[in-house]
Nanobody, 123 residues
Framework: QLQLVESGGGVVQTGGSLRLSCAASRTLSTYAMGWFRQAPGKEREFVAA????????DYADPVKGRFTISRDNAKNTDYLQMNSLKPEDTAVYYC?????????????????WGQGTQVTVSS
């Protein structure tokens, strides 16, 4: 069973930056990884994904040009660098791993999930 633990969330002002980390209990080198977020009263939505090698990334339109997903397989960790944050980015952020490395944008594409970390952007 793969366990994922997110960290790095917090409260930041509009325009600020945060870097989220997702640490795995064992090697991530065979998994595609994704980040999702869920705001109160809304469904969980796709934010970004990265292939097992790190050579391919994908982003949701609202975060393109502001967020960057990356990974360090040697550290069993992936990251989400968030810049130019906006109040609408406020949500609980979850990392996820896909055993079949689909890198898809759907919740159902991923098999393992972290517990989430809160990001709050104040205006």
């Amino acid at each position: 069973q793969l366990q994922l633990v997110e960290s790095g969330g917090g409260v930041v002002q509009t325009g600020g930056s945060l870097r989220l980390s997702c640490a795995a209990s064992r090697t991530l080198s065979t998994y595609a990884m994704g980040w999702f977020r869920q705001a109160p009263g809304k469904e969980r939505e796709f934010v970004a994904a990265i292939s097992w090698s790190g050579s391919t990334t994908d982003y949701a339109d609202p975060v393109k040009g502001r967020f960057t997903i990356s990974r360090d397989n040697a550290k069993n960790t992936d990251y989400l660098q968030m810049n130019s944050l906006k109040p609408e980015d406020t949500a609980v952020y979850y990392c996820a791993a896909s055993t079949i490395a689909t890198m898809g944008p759907s919740v159902s594409d991923y098999d393992y999930w972290g517990q989430g970390t809160q990001v709050t952007v104040s205006s």
